[in-house]
């Protein structure tokens, strides 16, 4: 049932996945804890860029559209701060006074807070798990149309 | 021993800071006003700490230092607050079960207001707000707890303000202790005071000054034997734990076809010692000054508020307060007190139009009516009453109608009428586009005509004559303020506040006709 929820979610929100992919969605959901792969690999769908091949292939990629990549392996455990770093860039999100001057996740946390993608009070810490990673992909995808 | 409590404290924060994703950061404030007398800066800087264990179960803590300091054009001035001892202004542990299963990540919107719970619990120093706040809306230590059920929320609390320790490091963040009487005032001791010459221990008050004073020395008066002063100013000590206590329950009723009903029940309960109501009872002439006095007040508020019609919306508050009020008595051979009733009542009623425009307009209209009493006497914040029933209107938040003139909510009739606009609201996520302009005009009347107002009247307005209740005492003035806010950077804004109050020539005593203020304020978050 969540799984259907969610593959509904998804197509009838921005419609970033192909049919192809369905195992990806598959998995993704259900990860406690989403990967740093599986964030770059929804950004290049948002993108509507090839997210196949390696992860450098695929960090190569990102790079045409995301200036400040955080060094991460593939298999690391995406935190609100890498997600945000990543999102900030996407929306082209100018930021705060702290974050021009550091352009680090922390302060990137603070401007998705304030464009109510995050909840109040989001730790940059904290881990994004599979389905969250969905829902937070989705409302950057939202924002960008506004 | 107080170095071990401050380091078992801080490997507390971080083990539980370690366990899970806190969210930190802190804020700083710089707040510079100028007005007819003097100029005034406030500066504070805070940090905070915000653990969630869990989506039930939450750890925040904020600690602030800051300062204050004014200049007086006539040469005078004074660094009023100042604490590098970091008071505490939060620290407590949340309980809450979400209404909802789906975390905040979920939500296909994210909440910028308060979470809706099924149920929450925290205990600490918290902050408590009820209704429009206009009676509780103030942080104190204690217990806070409510649960939902549908529509409807029950909502308990108790706090204190016995615990807050900031005064004495002569610093009152954000203005939270509540000021009825003088043992509100001198409760605690002031740092700054431990230099004042003859002030044997160093403690409370200044020694020196015939006003309300904890210093008893039985050299200055007659009123107490050596034995009787030896006891009262040891008794200071633990006296000075004796806040006051403020409870209160409420029942919420939400979204009823688009309209809020709200019934809030606070009490406000004086924990003076019966030996500090009064002190120096031989300086009778400035019987205002020696008056500690008890004020121990209940409310009983109902709120409505909702939607008339498309854009156009309403908030009526009641209030009535009861309670009981120490009235100062000399019969000419003794002084005594005596518990007199506290009758009176406070109404508020605004009218709000959003219009539908790219430049946001708001317009509103709002009348406040503050009981007041004919022959309360109001120094420093603090109320004495002088005969008969206390009538005068005082809710525990001290709040004020106007920038300028700053009454209190008492004796008050305030006709406001206010409008707003972002001018370049269009410019979307731009950074001219956070530009936020308000204009308020404020007519203010007395309804007790014999009532003490905010400003010094002419003698023969305040005699016992035929003018003491002239018509001419009812209206008090008018005021006209602006207040810009621009949010420069999502974490960096400024504020600039100005206007002037116009006060009723035929009653006030003073050399400026005018009464004016500006304000620039600017804060930044990290």
Redesign the interface.
């Known amino acids: 049932m969540k799984k259907f929820v969610f593959i509904i979610i998804i197509l009838s929100g921005i419609q970033i996945l192909q049919a192809q992919d369905a195992d990806f969605i598959d998995n993704l959901i259900l990860k406690k804890n989403a990967s740093f792969q599986d964030m770059v690999v929804l950004f290049l769908h948002l993108n509507n860029i090839e997210q196949q091949g390696t992860f450098e292939k695929k960090l190569e990629n990102l790079k045409s559209f995301i200036n400040k990549i955080p060094v991460r392996n593939p298999d690391t455990e995406l935190t609100v701060a890498d997600f945000s770093l990543i999102s900030v860039q996407y929306l082209k999100i100018k930021g705060g006074l702290f974050y021009m001057a550091t352009k680090n996740g922390r302060y990137a946390t603070r401007e998705l807070m304030l464009a109510g993608i995050l909840p109040d009070n989001t730790s940059e810490f904290r881990k994004i798990s599979g389905e969250e990673l969905m829902t937070l992909i989705r409302k950057v995808g939202d924002y960008a149309k506004k | 021993m107080q170095k071990s409590k401050f380091i078992i404290m801080f490997i507390f924060i971080g083990i539980i800071s370690a366990y ?5 950061g802190g804020s700083f404030t710089t707040i510079n006003t100028f007005d007819k007398n003097k100029f005034t800066t406030i500066n504070f800087l805070s940090f905070y700490i ?1 653990n ?1 264990f869990n989506d039930n179960v939450r750890f925040f803590s904020r600690v602030t230092v800051g300062e204050e300091y004014y200049v007086s054009y006539s040469g005078g001035n004074d660094l009023t607050n100042l604490t590098l001892f970091p008071s505490i202004d939060l620290l407590f542990l949340e309980f809450k079960k979400s209404a909802s299963n789906i ?10 207001g308060d979470n809706f719970d099924a149920f929450n619990f925290k205990a600490g120093r918290i902050f408590v707000k009820e209704g429009t706040g206009q009676v509780m809306n103030m942080k104190g230590d204690g217990l806070d707890t409510y649960f939902s059920v549908g529509n409807f929320r029950f909502r308990a609390y108790g706090i204190t303000n016995s615990f807050d320790y900031t005064p004495a490091f002569d610093f009152n963040s954000g203005g939270n202790t509540p000021t009825f009487t003088n043992w509100d005032r001198k409760r605690l001791p002031s740092l700054y005071l431990r230099n004042v010459e003859n002030n044997v221990d160093g403690f409370i008050s200044d020694p020196e000054k015939q006003e309300y004073n904890f210093f008893i020395d039985p050299n200055l008066s007659d009123d107490y034997t050596s034995a009787e002063a030896a006891r009262l100013n040891k008794m200071r000590y633990g006296a000075s734990l004796y806040g006051r206590i403020f409870t209160g329950f409420s029942f919420e009723l939400h979204e009823v076809a688009y309209q809020n009903f709200g019934l809030y029940l606070t009490a406000n309960v004086d924990l003076i010692p019966r030996d500090y109501i009064v002190t120096y009872p031989s300086l009778l002439s400035q019987k205002d000054n020696t008056s500690g006095g008890r004020y121990t007040s209940f409310y009983f508020n109902f709120n409505v508020n909702g939607r008339i019609i498309k854009n156009l919306y309403y908030n009526f508050d009641g209030i009535y307060e009861t309670g009981f009020n120490s009235t100062i008595f000399d019969d000419g051979t003794k002084v005594y007190y005596s518990d007199r009733l506290i009758n009176t009542f406070y109404i508020s009623h605004k009218i709000l139009y959003l219009i539908d425009s790219f430049i946001n307009p708001r317009i509103e209209l709002g009348v406040v009516y503050a009981h007041g009493d004919d022959d309360a006497v109001y120094t420093n914040g603090t109320v004495q009453n002088k005969a008969g029933q206390d009538n005068g209107f005082r809710s525990i938040n001290g709040s004020t109608v106007s920038y300028v003139a700053d009454p209190q909510t008492t004796n008050i009739v305030a006709i406001n009428l206010s409008g707003s606009i972002k001018p370049l609201n269009s410019l ?2 731009e ?1 001219f586009s956070r530009f936020y302009i308000k204009n308020d005009v404020i007519f203010m009347l007395r309804p007790v005509i014999k009532g003490a107002t905010f400003y010094k009247e002419k003698e023969e307005y305040t005699e016992s004559n035929s003018k003491s209740s002239s018509y001419d005492k009812v209206y008090l003035g008018t005021e006209a303020d602006m207040d810009i806010i621009y949010k420069v ?4 804004s400024v504020e600039l506040q100005g206007g002037i109050f116009v006060p009723n020539s035929l009653i006030y005593d003073g050399t400026l006709s005018v009464f004016w203020k500006i304000g620039l304020g600017i804060s ?3």
């Open positions: 899970c994703a806190p969210f930190f915000d969630k975390n905040g990540f979920l939500k296909s919107e994210t909440s910028t979307k996520k950074t950077f999502s974490d960096f930044v978050s990290f």
